[in-house]
């Protein structure tokens, strides 16, 4: 990797180069968006698993959780924090596209070498994949589903929002480390569904895994000075490469070995986020 302190011919600054986010109120932005985003995702949630527990005989569309919960949390965090101005600054994150390219394909080969890592280490131990994987016919329409969701749900409120919001008062890396506990707990509610995919993984593992994650888009997300779409191409990827590999619900042993393997890579993306002031200016 190359440090560049002069931008190569072609390259269009981004729009806010510097990731930390400037709210009036930041404290009170983060108590109204994350104090959202888990009371109406786990309300969604909760409808489900009182069903399944014969406490109701409903439940809201568990769609909600993602597709309207996300949404209302992050655009009301970024007006209780900073009013209309911060509206616009998150759509700028939200529509931050022109950066090196190389990130882009920092991106799709993190999000896709960490699956194929794993599906490597089975064939090597001679664990055969699961049946009910992500057929490859599914791939492509898979792939613009779960970016396009991601892009506006998740990495809007995680990345766009969070991650730039606590970097003001801490920096990036612990930002990162922040963001990943809080968007591990938020998936809690998941594991108490019967049938769902987190249902059958362990829970510390998937919260290491979750935290290790959120590094890895938080190097992502400093780097290109603040965008949300290659964080969430890199969220697409990884969902859906975990869906056609399996290997997170091969067994244990590959699980556990896709929970490493992230970790490491974390570790060294975790130095350079520590290592360098500017991680914008990296090429």
């Known amino acids: 990797m190359l440090i560049a302190r002069t931008p190569s011919p072609g390259y269009v600054p981004a729009m806010d180069r ?16 994350y104090s959202l985003a888990f009371a109406l995702s786990w309300t969604v949630w909760g409808t489900l698993i009182a069903e399944q527990h014969d406490l109701l005989s409903w439940h809201l569309p568990q769609a909600l959780a993602f ?37 882009y394909l920092a991106a799709v080969l993190l999000a896709a070498g960490l699956p194929l890592l794993a599906l ?11 049946s009910d994987v992500l057929p490859l016919g599914s791939v ?50 998941l594991f108490a569904i019967r049938g769902s995919f987190q249902a059958g993984l362990p829970y510390l593992g998937f919260f290491v895994l979750t935290v290790a994650t959120a590094i890895v888009l938080g190097w992502l997300f400093t780097v290109t000075g603040g965008s949300v779409i290659v964080c969430a191409i890199y969220h697409g990827i990884v969902d859906v490469a975990f869906a056609a590999s399996g290997v997170l619900s091969a067994s244990p042993l590959t699980f556990w070995a896709v929970v490493g393997f992230q970790c490491l890579i974390a570790l060294l993306l975790w130095r350079q986020l520590t290592s360098r002031h500017d991680l914008s200016e990296v090429r």
């Open 18 to 33: 510097s990731t930390p986010t400037e709210l009036a109120h930041p404290l009170r932005a983060l108590i109204v968006g």
């Open 67 to 103: 597709w309207l919960s996300l949404p209302v949390a992050v655009l009301a965090a970024s007006m209780a924090g900073g009013g209309r101005l911060a509206v616009l600054q998150l759509g700028r994150r939200l529509l931050h596209w022109r950066t090196y390219w190389q990130w």
């Open 120 to 130: 490597f280490f089975a064939r090597i131990a001679d664990i055969s994949q699961p």
């Open 140 to 189: 492509p329409i898979s792939l613009l589903i779960e970016t396009t969701m991601f892009w506006l749900t998740e990495e809007a409120i995680w990345r766009g929002f969070a991650q730039p919001t606590i970097a003001g008062r801490l920096n990036p890396a612990p930002a990162s480390l922040v963001v990943g506990i809080v968007w591990a707990l938020w998936h809690l509610p």
